[in-house]
Structures are given as structure tokens and as C-alpha cells.
Nanobody, 129 residues
């Protein structure tokens, strides 16, 4: 059973940058789709970004983003270190939320939380305006 641990959250001013990391314990990490979701107080958990498994296609992984973060956030994975990262730039107050890392063996709909099998405990990101 995979265990995911997020890190890198904190307080940042609007316009600033922050990098989140997620360390996975699963030795077959490269065979998982990895995603980032976020949940603000009183709101449902929403999709942020996903990166496909990298053990099949010779071209490597594909990435997908929510419209609200496209162009500002970048998801990447390092299979040698079993980590997935989310580089966040041009942060806005509305990006404030708890950010969760997720892993799924078979993910057909990137933005659907129920498609993912494992979740981290979350890390708080607060953007001050």
C-alpha cells in the first residue's frame, strides 16, 4: 500500500512562488498516475494537476492542469526519487487551500478524486493578498 507524504506548504505573498513535494513509499511509483488536488474551507476538493505514469510510453509522462492554474503551476515527477512536485508561481489569494497528493493505478478521469487510490495527509498553502 502506497504512502504519500507532502511537504513544502506555507505562507506566501500574492505573486510569489512555492514548490510542493510529495514522497511516495511505493516501489512501483513509476506505474502510478500522480495528481494534486486542493480543498479550501467550505469547498469541495478540486483537481489541480496530474501527471501520467512514466513506465509505458517512450515519450514519458503527459501532464494535465485545471484551467485555473494552467500556465502558473507545473507538475513533474522524479521516478528515481519516488517524488512528484508541484511548482506554483504567480500565486493568488484564491490558491489558498490544503493541497493533497494522490496516486492512482488506473485513472480515466484526471479530475475525479474517486479515481485515485492513495492520498497524502495534505499541506497548507496560504497566499496573502
Amino acid at each position: 500500500q502506497a504512502q504519500l507524504v507532502e511537504s513544502g506548504g506555507g505562507l506566501v505573498q500574492a505573486g510569489g512562488s512555492l514548490r510542493l513535494s510529495c514522497a511516495a513509499s511505493e516501489r512501483t511509483f513509476s506505474s502510478y498516475v500522480m495528481g494534486w488536488f486542493r480543498q479550501a474551507p467550505g469547498k469541495v476538493r478540486e483537481f489541480v494537476a496530474a501527471i501520467t505514469r512514466s513506465d509505458i510510453a517512450r515519450s514519458g509522462s503527459n501532464t494535465y492542469y485545471a484551467v485555473s492554474v494552467k500556465g502558473r503551476f507545473t507538475i513533474s515527477r522524479d521516478n528515481a526519487k519516488n517524488t512528484v512536485s508541484l511548482q506554483m508561481s504567480s500565486l493568488k489569494a484564491e490558491d489558498t487551500a490544503v493541497y493533497y497528493c494522490a496516486a492512482g493505478r488506473i485513472v480515466r478521469i484526471w479530475g475525479l478524486p474517486s479515481e485515485y487510490d492513495y492520498w497524502g495527509q495534505g499541506t497548507q498553502v496560504t497566499v496573502s493578498s
